[in-house]
């Protein structure tokens, strides 16, 4: 399958979505950052001098993904009608997992909006956090699922937090 942002002599394009059909179109990605137990129980406790910091990077991603099209060249602007960001502190891996999904009708697909939503809301966490601990590590950003459109509706699989990453397959979703 061809790259679809490269015409016939191989220039950079936006791809013609005119002709395509407006349609319910879902995406879901994921991503954690990695922090001292010390770091996530200051962020828990509500003891930050910065405020709330998950309440922030919640609203950091709402921003990114409306916002996407202006980070990334050849992206559509799209009216997105649903973005929905859960931070889940997780105590056990000293870590906050952020999933973003994100909904339009509209003629292309919102995976990157939901990409670039999970990556902000990790790194206003990181903003707020750093002068705490410097170390920490945002890991494992990935699209989860994709629904709608030509091309149907995708799965990823794989276990996000265990030792080593998971190789992710292509798994179509039969309707």
Do not use: N
Not at 16 to 41: F, N
Not at 100 to 122: F, N
Not at 130 to 143: C, N, P, Q, T
């Amino acid at each position: 399958m061809p790259l679809t942002h490269f015409d016939q002599d191989g220039a950079a394009h936006m791809v013609d979505v005119g002709d395509k059909v407006a349609t319910l179109r879902r995406a879901m990605a994921e991503g954690w950052i990695r922090m001292l137990p010390t770091t996530l129980e200051l962020i828990l406790s509500g003891g930050h001098r910065k405020g709330d910091v998950l309440g922030v990077a919640r609203i950091a991603g709402i921003m990114a993904a409306k916002r996407a099209s202006d980070l990334i060249p050849l992206c559509h602007p799209i009216s997105l009608t649903r973005v929905a960001i859960d931070l889940e502190p997780q105590r056990e891996h000293a870590a906050v997992r952020c999933c973003a999904t994100v909904e339009t009708r509209g003629p292309t697909g919102v995976e990157i909006e939901a990409l670039c939503a999970v990556q902000i809301s990790l790194l206003t966490i990181y903003d707020m956090c750093k002068a705490v601990d410097r170390g920490m590590s945002i890991e494992r950003v990935r699209l989860l699922e994709k629904v709608g459109g030509r091309s149907g509706h995708w799965v990823s699989d794989g276990d996000p937090v265990a030792g080593t990453p998971e190789t992710t397959r292509d798994a179509r979703v039969s309707k």
